[in-house]
């Protein structure tokens, strides 16, 4: 891939980028919908791709990028007119494949979060700018007549003027162009935006599918299973977690949670610094992730009478049974999981000591532990 290709801020480091991905897997029935629409010349002009984050929407839509730009139309009046396809595959010598792994495919546009020229920061939001500059992109006509794809990465973080510059795009689509757009959380788009694509939506992965995507984009990981539970079926959750030892983290805040009420202090000060040490923010972030997903996890326990399944570390199941017995515990431990979440994301905000926050949440916890 091009070293000159622009930054790419939803980019898991570490992995590959979702152009670049061979196979698509888990996601069959999505891929055979688009298939079955092209074939039949139901082509709409915006597609939705929904879902959870890390299950292959990415990937999804430069597959679909690459097919519509490497696929003839069918044409069933023709007699040497070739199959019709049965799946998004493209040879990876083909050349519109070649170019887009090297960035220099000109019929496509991926928009994204971009660098603020004053600032010289990454935005946390796409711009109306952004999107305003695809007009220039479908005044140009496709040197072979056919599609140009333009690809929204992620749709959720357009701003509200850059929501309306892509409504009237929606409205008045232009001519040959397919715009996909990649939402993790649709319901905050605006209504009228939905209502103007197809939507697919995309599944979680099983604990296998999840193994397999990592092998393919050549993450090692010796606990899959662990990670499959702990992201929720998401590929691109487990890479991450994988890529910052969040199996071993959670294993160790249970292994914490199992010494409460009394809770073992040397072994929280440890994870009190780790979220303290210099350049530790990802950790630190990932840390109150993990506490948080623990908590719901043995709220849940509480809730229904049963473990979570499959255990994500070990001795999970006996560790939230006795710490988690009863409904009414459950809710105990829902309502400081609120409340620690909240805190949270009140003292990253202000700069409060990462490791009093942390070890401030301990204790909490041990509190919150029936005797």
Do not use: K, Y
């Given at each position: 891939m091009s070293d000159d290709l622009p930054p790419q801020p939803e980019r898991l480091e570490g992995a590959p980028h979702p152009r670049d991905t061979a196979h698509l897997i888990g996601q069959d029935a999505a891929q055979l919908a688009f298939v079955d629409a092209f074939n039949t010349g139901r082509l709409h002009h915006a597609w939705m791709l929904t879902g959870p984050r890390g299950v292959g929407k990415a990937t999804l839509a430069?597959?679909?990028?690459?097919?519509?730009?490497?696929?003839?139309?069918?044409?069933?009046?023709?007699?040497?007119?070739?199959?019709?396809?049965?799946?998004?595959?493209?040879?990876?010598?083909?050349?519109?494949?070649?170019?887009?792994?090297?960035?220099?495919?000109?019929?496509?546009?991926?928009?994204?979060?971009?660098i603020n020229p004053t600032t010289k920061k990454m935005r946390q939001e796409i711009v109306a700018d952004d999107i305003r500059a695809l007009n220039g992109f479908f005044q140009m006509s496709a040197p072979d007549g056919g599609y140009r794809v333009v690809i929204i990465d992620d749709a959720?973080?357009?701003?509200?003027?850059?929501?309306?510059?892509?409504l009237k795009m929606l409205e008045e689509p232009p001519a040959r162009a397919l715009l996909i757009l990649i939402s993790h959380q649709p319901s905050s788009l605006l209504p009228t935006i939905r209502s103007r694509?197809?939507?697919?939506?995309?599944?979680?992965?099983?604990?296998?599918?999840?193994?397999?995507?990592m092998a393919q984009a050549d993450v090692q990981a010796a606990n899959t299973d662990a990670l499959a539970a702990l992201s929720g079926g998401s590929v691109g959750g487990a890479m991450r977690l994988s890529l910052l030892g969040g199996a071993a983290l959670y294993a160790e805040l249970v292994g914490l949670l199992g010494t409460m009420p009394m809770m073992d202090r040397p072994r929280a000060l440890k994870l009190a610094e780790l979220a303290a040490a210099r350049g530790g923010e990802a950790k630190r972030d990932l840390l109150f992730s993990l506490i948080d997903l623990m908590l719901s996890r043995l709220?849940?326990?509480?809730?229904?009478?049963?473990?979570?399944?499959?255990?994500?570390?070990?001795?999970?199941a006996e560790i939230f049974q006795r710490l988690c017995p009863t409904p009414h515990q459950a809710r105990i431990w829902a309502d400081l999981a609120a409340e620690i979440g909240a805190r949270a994301r009140h003292g990253i905000a202000v700069n409060l000591d990462p490791a009093a926050l942390v070890l401030d949440t301990f204790i909490k916890m041990a509190k919150a532990a029936p005797r």
């Open positions: 430069w597959r679909i990028a690459r097919f519509l730009l490497a696929t003839p139309a069918p044409d069933p009046d023709s007699m040497f007119a070739e199959p019709a396809p049965t799946s998004l595959e493209v040879a990876a010598d083909h050349p519109v494949a070649m170019r887009i792994a090297a960035g220099g495919e000109g019929r496509i546009r991926n928009v994204t979060r971009t959720d973080l357009m701003n509200v003027t850059a929501a309306n510059a892509l694509c197809r939507t697919l939506p995309l599944r979680t992965l099983e604990a296998s599918e999840v193994a397999e995507a709220a849940r326990t509480g809730a229904t009478g049963l473990p979570p399944a499959p255990q994500a570390a070990q001795d999970e």
